[in-house]
């Protein structure tokens, strides 16, 4: 703690006195000897730092403990990440609260019912748009993730929602893959995801539609987590003065730390372009 005040710039003898420590007893426990044990914490707090920096402060000791594990080869406890975190004061992002699963009606041309989970790429599509205001006015982003990895494959932005916003993420994810007929692409049952051009993007690629429930948010919940984690550990966390300095930082967000940085737990801790390269389903994934 003295130590701490002490690097704010606040003086040692003042730390002492307020803290009621006699001060020949900092300097004699200052100039000791440390254990192993402590200087392996102090090594381990300084790599918990780097990784929690890297993740752009918003990896909590789960993450931060599978990128030590899994990225860097540290065979350290998740308890002890944990516990070093909260002593250094180092602590990732609030998550999204909880939503209680509901029992929804859903319509007839829902092809998922919200069974996301798919064993190949591309098997399953979903896509939404999302919204956050500039000083300049409104940026909208409409994303089609891969349900498989929860790969970003196809994204577009611009200061209107209209059916070529969407039309524009979906030609982005066609171009990207290497498809099989028979997939499914699923959204809302927004006019610019109804609209006779989205479906026939859909239909001539040789995929299926399929929406969910009308008002029913979790009919498209693997979308709506995406958006959310976003809204946490990007869109929320300044004051945005344009639409390009918003749109420059989603497709950083979306092109350089979701797909590629980014440890998604669902995934095992590894992120998403990670886990399509696997080799335990030897399925080619295009880049």
């Not at 498989?148 to 982005?172: C, E, F, H, P």
């Not at 995929?207 to 958006?227: H, I, Q, T």
Request: proline share 3%; charged share 25%.
């Amino acid at each position: 703690m003295i130590d701490r005040l002490a690097d704010a710039g606040i003086p040692i003898d003042r730390c002492c006195r307020i803290l009621g420590v006699a001060r020949q007893h900092y300097y004699r426990v200052k100039r000791k000897p440390l254990t192993q044990s402590e200087l392996r914490r102090q090594w381990l707090t300084g790599l918990i730092r780097e990784v929690h920096v890297t993740s752009r402060g918003t990896y909590g000791y789960r993450r931060v403990h599978a990128e030590l594990t899994m990225a860097m080869g540290v065979t350290v406890s998740e308890r002890t990440v944990h516990k070093l975190m909260r002593l250094a004061g180092i602590y990732g992002l609030p998550g999204p609260i909880r939503t209680k699963r509901l029992r929804g009606v859903v319509t007839s041309d829902d092809l998922v019912n919200r069974k996301f989970a798919r064993p190949r790429p591309n098997e399953l599509w979903v896509t939404d748009i999302t919204q956050h205001r500039t000083r300049e006015g409104w940026v909208y982003c409409a994303a089609v993730l891969d349900a498989y990895s929860r790969r970003i494959i196809g994204w577009s932005i611009d200061s209107k929602q209209d059916t070529t916003l969407v039309i524009n993420a979906l030609d982005m994810a066609i171009r990207n893959r290497r498809l099989e007929p028979g997939g499914i692409v699923h959204a809302d049952h927004g006019t610019q995801f109804t609209s006779w051009l989205f479906g026939e993007k859909i239909r001539s690629a040789g995929l299926l539609p399929s929406f969910g429930s009308v008002g029913d948010g979790l009919d498209n919940a693997m979308m709506e987590s995406f958006w959310s984690s976003m809204q946490i550990e990007l869109l929320n966390r300044k004051k945005w003065k344009t639409r390009v300095e918003l749109a420059n930082a989603i497709f950083e967000y979306i092109e350089i730390f979701h797909n590629r940085q980014r440890r998604h737990s669902a995934l095992g801790y590894r992120t998403p372009i990670e886990y399509e390269t696997l080799e335990i389903n030897n399925i080619p994934a295009a880049s």
